[in-house]
T-cell receptor, first 108, second 115 residues
């Protein structure tokens, strides 16, 4: 099956700093999503981005499907951005697979 | 608001006692999924329904079963829970490729404790 790798596994930032999270995947994908998992376990959809670039406030994402990677940018980070960020991909088989996640800690 | 609802939010069950987790959706999505997430791990796909067609992952234990009586509801049955089955169980839906695919929507999850 498709493999998903995320880096870095852990990231510690000071409030106000910018960061880039990376997701590499091993095959062509029909879907790619970035999620933020809050402390209560809820997976919050950040972006549905199988290709191209999207922005939502301080967050933006870019997927280069031909090179099989996606980037999530967080600008001016806030303590509320802390949590685990997952990249998940779906081929044509309705079987979305998650990467291992990046655990982000933003310190005040 | 259209959403994916999981009940209960927390479930405690006894070792070996069958337990059922439920998921409902108001999105009219034709695909429903169950994921298992253990502590500090990524969610792992157990199985999914595409309409009425059941699709089991190869490494999902036989102890886990699922039912989808209609479009809106899907159930996860654990026939004989073991201590290793304690986890967060996440339900998700998607519209599928034939309905204008817009990605997956997740419920809030059910945290299962086995005692």
């Amino acid at each position: 099956g498709i493999q998903v790798e995320q880096s870095p596994p852990d990231l510690i930032l000071q409030e106000g700093a910018n960061s880039t999270l990376r997701c590499n995947f091993s095959d062509s994908v029909n879907n790619l999503q970035w999620f933020h998992q809050n402390p209560w376990g809820q997976l919050i959809n950040l972006f549905y981005i199988p290709s191209g670039t999207k922005q939502n406030g301080r967050l933006s994402a870019t997927t280069v499907a031909t090179e099989r990677y996606s980037l999530l940018y967080i600008s001016s980070s806030q303590t509320t951005d802390s949590g685990v960020y997952f990249c998940a991909v779906d081929s044509l088989n309705n079987d979305m697979r998650f990467g291992a996640g990046t655990r982000l800690t933003v310190k005040p | 608001d259209a959403m994916v609802i999981q009940n209960p939010r927390y479930q405690v069950t006894q070792f070996g006692k069958p337990v059922t987790l439920s998921c409902s959706q108001t999105l009219n999505h034709n695909v429903m999924y169950w994921y298992q997430q253990k502590s500090s791990q990524a969610p792992k796909l157990l199985f999914h329904y595409y309409d009425k067609d059941f699709n089991n992952e190869a490494d999902t234990p036989d102890n886990f079963q699922s039912r989808r009586p209609n479009t809106s509801f899907c159930f996860l049955d654990i026939r004989s829970p073991g201590l290793g089955d304690a986890a967060m169980y996440l339900c998700a839906t998607s519209g599928g490729l034939d309905r204008g695919y817009y990605g997956y929507t997740f419920g809030s999850g059910t945290r299962l404790t086995v005692v």
